[in-house]
């Protein structure tokens, strides 16, 4: 049988006025359901911080260390770097290109605002291994372990931007779940990495939450060009005599 592979073909409306109705619909659908998630996760992580003394949180996770966490927690922590986003934007391709940009503008914020909290606002926060007793934490060989800028992690702001972002995308609360207990290990691997205090963390969370919310609700309030109501199809054609074997 001869197929006939046609590449991202642009899907367009049979209306020509976009159906801005029907994406707002769509965003507005889970919001509820994943504001209380992520929300109630974020003001935990500051309750515990603010319960839990500054210091112990990390000697505590740290102390619990073996070789195959220290495999485990360096694998989990790097859902925490940009590349995270890539797969929820080319997903969204073939959604609509609306979430692409929405993607792509919690990915760019979330960014900024990590970058001006870190460098600009927070910029004389110690990290774990200037503050602490280096003799009773657990250090992984060949392991780069930060001493400044700690608040806040910038991991666990892009993952929680990101499974904000890919919750709404879905529109499923299971993987809604599964994705902010991503997002919580990799909370957890920063302080368990020494990379962070739990504040940190927190902090983190709070800024990736918040960018991907104030999104959604930005583009639900703006002009939205017709393109931005097309998506990628891929088709698959096949001969009429391939079809009649």
């Not at 049979?14 to 109630?40: H, Q, W």
């Not at 112990?56 to 940009?82: A, H, M, P, Y």
């Not at 979430?99 to 001006?116: D, E, H, K, P, Q």
């Not at 990290?127 to 934490?137: G, K, M, W």
Request: aromatic share 14%; charged share 10%.
């Amino acid at each position: 049988m001869i197929f006939n592979f046609l590449l991202f073909q642009t899907s367009k409306s049979n209306i020509e006025t976009y159906d801005v109705t029907m994406l707002r619909a769509a965003s507005k659908s889970p919001a509820s359901f994943i504001f209380c998630l992520y929300g109630g996760s974020v003001l935990m992580l500051f309750i515990l911080s603010a319960i839990i003394e500054k210091g112990k949180d990390v000697l505590w996770i740290n102390g619990r260390n073996s070789d195959l966490w220290d495999i485990f927690f360096q694998f989990i922590t790097r859902f925490g770097e940009g590349w995270v986003f890539v797969l929820p934007v080319l997903i969204a391709l073939f959604v609509r290109f609306y979430w692409v940009a929405v993607g792509l503008a919690m990915a760019i914020l979330n960014g900024i605002l990590c970058t001006i909290a870190k460098r600009v606002i927070f910029t004389n926060v110690p990290r774990p291994i200037a503050v602490l007793d280096v003799n009773q934490l657990h250090f992984i060989p060949g392991l780069d372990v930060h001493s400044s800028f700690s608040f806040p992690s910038g991991h666990t702001a892009t993952i929680f931007c990101a499974a904000v972002f890919t919750s709404f995308l879905v529109r499923n609360k299971v993987v809604s779940v599964v994705l902010l207990l991503l997002a919580l290990l990799v909370g957890y691997s920063r302080i368990y990495l020494l990379q962070h205090f739990l504040i940190d963390v927190a902090g983190g969370a709070c800024v990736g939450v918040f960018t991907g919310f104030a999104m959604v609700y930005l583009f639900e309030r703006i002009r939205i060009p017709a393109w931005m109501s097309n998506y990628l199809t891929i088709r698959v054609a096949a001969t009429k005599s391939a079809m009649l074997k």
